[in-house]
């Protein structure tokens, strides 16, 4: 299995930045795609950010310009670099990673609420 720790969420002003960390713990070798979500109040969960492990990157176009993902070096972390937030970046972030076994593992969420 994966366990997956989120932290850098917070609250921050429009046109401020956040980066957020996530870290992955147990059977890491077996992971493909890393990713982050969002979650806002009354929507669906959203996909933000995607990297694979050959560096492949893909962005919701709400993002696209603003954010960027990244993987730390051992391919064990995943990061997003935040820029330009506006308050409908406002949400919980999660992080997700699929394995090469098929499974989709989830971490506990951060908050992120970008003030007007």
């Known amino acids: 299995q994966v366990q997956l720790v989120e932290s850098g969420g917070g609250l921050v002003q429009a046109g401020g930045s956040l980066r957020l960390s996530c870290a992955a713990s147990?059977?890491?070798?077996?992971?493909?795609?890393m990713s982050w979500y969002r979650q806002a109040p009354g929507n669906q969960r959203e996909l933000v950010a995607a990297?694979?492990?050959?560096?492949?990157?893909i962005y919701a176009d709400s993002v696209k310009g603003r954010f960027t993902i990244s993987r730390g070096n051992a391919k064990d972390t995943v990061y997003l670099q935040m820029n330009s937030l506006a308050p409908e970046d406002t949400a919980v972030y999660y992080c997700?990673?699929?394995?090469?076994?098929?499974?989709?593992?989830w971490g506990q969420g951060t908050q992120v609420t970008v003030s007007s």
């Open positions: 997700n990673v699929q394995t090469s076994w098929g499974g989709s593992h």
């Open positions: 990297i694979t492990s050959g560096g492949s990157t």
């Open positions: 147990g059977y890491t070798f077996t992971i493909n795609t």
